[in-house]
């Protein structure tokens, strides 16, 4: 771990925020720069964004991202998805940005369709009174609305898959020498599903000299740290997950952890007796290993009368769209995923994460189960070990310990 990392808690994070002083949920009549949000100094017209996007004070790796993000230094931040990542390098880029100026000045790179709609989303609601435009870059929809609006020149702030960006890049409808500020978003994702050589094509496109750039990831393996060696300038390294580098501590503790013993062929009729026992059900993010699983299992439970969908890469992005506001919309209790699929989505509200397969390593298992418990909201994560599960469950509950909990099934009584 570099010397410089700042181990910030939650404890240290809020301690260097001052000045929140309000936290009334209607903005004046008038608008008159209200006193919240801290001491970060932002512009009013962002400031003004920020209340109407619901902000009411920084959460930790806000507080201390955004002052080195303003000031024009490289970062890296250690932090979950869901903790308020997207703000943290959000808000400087509107800030930094310059609306006047018809060229590509921010470039973000995520690696799923689903986090590169959420983050423009996002951009979009907090760069509302500086004029600026964002772009969502990514595959599965047809290039024409992305040619069109490159084509304008009017776009200043780019969010995208690295595939699709490097699609742009060759057709010369991307033109990288004016960005300023790059963001590799979820980097440890990126790099794991095989974008490294996507990465590296598009970094070296932007100009090296007078460029910010800024990583965020859960975790810091080799690879990622490799990353930042090759690409940041002696950046700020910030941790709002604590120094600790095993699983155990970045599991959030209002994440209840248990596992069931359950033979393979009795997996549903296990989902079935968990629900029936025990409230609260509400919306379950249930992980698979294949696609086709995926399918299969969401066939079942809607024999069986659960409200279930599959998500996974081979739907078109349209019915992609249509299952997770579907799931977030609560008209879908079930959402039947792989770990790609779920890569990087942000869903809040989700009661239970469901291994229906076990994960195959330990931070597989931290990625899975982080989905649920966001915002300090209470959640449940159960794990089906069965026959073949043996040797991965161990490795995960030797990194996972006491916090790991068993339950027995009725259905062995």
């Known amino acids: 771990m570099p010397a410089r990392w700042a181990g910030a808690s939650a404890g240290v994070a809020t301690a260097r925020v001052k000045g929140v002083a309000r936290e009334a949920q209607d903005a004046p009549a008038a608008w008159s720069a209200p006193d919240f949000f801290g001491a970060l100094p932002l512009t009013d017209p962002v400031r003004r964004a920020v209340w109407e996007a619901g902000y009411r004070q920084p959460t930790p790796v806000q507080a201390l991202c955004i002052p080195p993000l303003l000031a024009g230094k490289d970062c890296v931040g250690q ?50 009174y500086r004029g600026i435009n964002v772009l969502a870059v990514y595959g599965g929809e047809g290039m024409e609305r992305q040619l069109r609006a490159l084509g304008a020149g009017s776009v200043q702030v780019v969010v995208g898959t690295p595939g699709r960006v490097i699609d ?40 090296v000299e007078g460029r910010q750039t800024a990583l965020f990831s859960a975790t810091i393996p080799p690879f990622v740290h490799r990353l930042v060696q090759r690409y940041l300038k002696e950046p700020e390294w ?80 349209a019915e992609r769209n249509r299952v997770l506001e579907d799931f977030r919309a ?14 990087g989505l942000d869903i809040r509200d989700v009661s239970h994460v469901l291994n229906f397969d076990l994960p195959e390593t330990a931070d597989e298992y931290t990625h899975r189960i982080g989905r649920t418990g966001r915002a300090g909201k209470a959640g449940t994560a159960i794990s089906f070990v069965a026959e073949w599960d043996y040797e991965p469950f161990e490795a995960i509950k030797s990194h996972v310990g006491a916090s790991l909990h068993e339950r027995e099934l009725k259905l062995y009584s």
């Open 79 to 128: 932090a979950h998805t869901g903790t308020g990542k997207t703000a943290a390098f959000g808000l400087p880029i509107v800030e930094r940005v310059d609306p006047q100026a018809r060229e590509v000045q921010a470039v973000i790179l995520v690696p799923t369709r689903e986090l590169c709609r959420q983050v423009t989303g996002e951009l979009e609601r907090l760069s509302r």
């Open 330 to 343: 609560g008209r879908i209790r079930f959402l039947v995923a792989t770990n790609v699929a779920a890569r």
């Open 238 to 317: 910030i941790s709002t997950v604590g120094a600790a580098s095993t699983p155990t501590a970045r599991i959030p503790t209002q994440i209840r952890q248990e596992f069931v013993q359950v033979a393979e062929r009795d997996k549903l009729a296990a989902v079935e007796e968990l629900i029936q026992t025990e409230p609260g059900y509400d919306r379950v993010l249930v992980f698979r290993r294949m696609k086709i699983t995926a399918d299969r299992l969401a066939q079942q439970m809607q024999r069986k009368g659960l409200s279930a969908r599959a998500l996974h890469g081979d739907l078109p992005q």
């Open 168 to 207: 742009h890049i060759w057709r010369g409808t991307l033109r990288l020498e004016g960005v300023r500020i790059c963001i590799l978003d979820e980097a440890d994702e990126m790099l794991d599903i095989g974008f490294a050589e996507d990465i590296d094509r598009i970094l070296r496109c932007m100009p």
